[in-house]
């Protein structure tokens, strides 16, 4: 089965770019999404389609994908980005949503 | 705007079966999206159980799929599952969505012990 594969945590200081990463076999070759999680809260899509952002997502959410790593950039990070964010694929192959172990993001 | 909100039992037995249902406003379960069930065990990550479209077809996680039924109630605009035969392992918070690639509405999730 496919594995998408994120670092456990990444810590940024405010107003500084973020970035996160999602590994795959071929990953350039999937739709990757991303879901941010705030601690007790229901995950919400940021990006989808690899860089599409959903209505009443800021500008400074973006997302790009390549060879075997997807990225969500966040850039100007502030202290409520603090999150843990998800990327997701179909894999057709089985088929099976996948998804990421999940990056936790703090903000210094 | 699309709401989603799970119901169900909060403490099930081993070896019993866990059923839970989510209300749907805003949209109806056969407008063209897939609906689903994820689950989240405390302090860990996602897991997809399975998703629905229009009421038929049935896309379930390989791990779970002997143990799970999900099913639409088109009238009323719910979302049900139930997973047989559960054990500790399936503690999590449970969650309503929309949507597979991507999942674009998630519920509030409700929180699902399994103990005797």
């Known amino acids: 089965s496919y594995v998408l594969t994120q670092p456990p945590s990444v810590s940024v200081a405010p107003g500084q770019t973020a970035r996160l990463t999602c590994e795959g076999d071929?990953?350039?070759?999937?739709?990757v999404h991303w879901c941010q999680q705030k601690p007790g809260q229901a995950p919400i899509l940021v990006v989808y389609?690899?860089?599409g952002r959903p209505s009443g997502i800021p500008e400074r959410f973006s997302g790009s994908n390549s060879g075997n790593t997807a990225t969500l950039t966040i850039s100007r990070v502030e202290a409520g980005d603090e999150a843990d964010y998800y990327c997701?694929?179909?894999?057709?192959?089985?088929?099976?949503?996948?998804f990421g172990g999940g990056t936790k993001l703090t903000v210094l | 705007q699309v709401q989603l909100q799970e119901s169900g039992p909060r403490l099930v037995k081993p070896s019993e079966t866990l059923s839970l249902t989510c209300a749907v406003s805003?949209?109806?379960?056969?407008?063209?999206?897939?609906w689903g069930w994820i689950r989240q065990p405390p302090g860990k990550g996602l897991e997809w159980i399975g998703s629905?479209?229009?009421?038929?077809?049935?896309h379930s996680n390989p791990s779970l799929a002997s143990r799970v039924t999900i099913s639409a109630d088109r009238s009323n605009r719910q979302l049900s599952l139930r997973l047989t035969s559960v054990t500790a392992a399936d503690t999590a918070v449970y969650y309503c969505?929309?949507?597979?690639?991507?999942?674009?509405?998630w519920g509030q999730g409700t929180l699902v012990t399994v103990s005797s």
């Open positions: 389609d690899d860089s």
């Open positions: 997701q694929i179909w894999d057709n192959s089985v088929p099976s949503v996948v």
């Open positions: 071929t990953i350039e070759r999937k739709s």
């Open positions: 629905l479209y229009h009421s038929r077809t049935t």
């Open positions: 805003g949209d109806s379960i056969d407008n063209g999206y897939y």
């Open positions: 969505a929309r949507g597979l690639t991507p999942i674009d509405y």
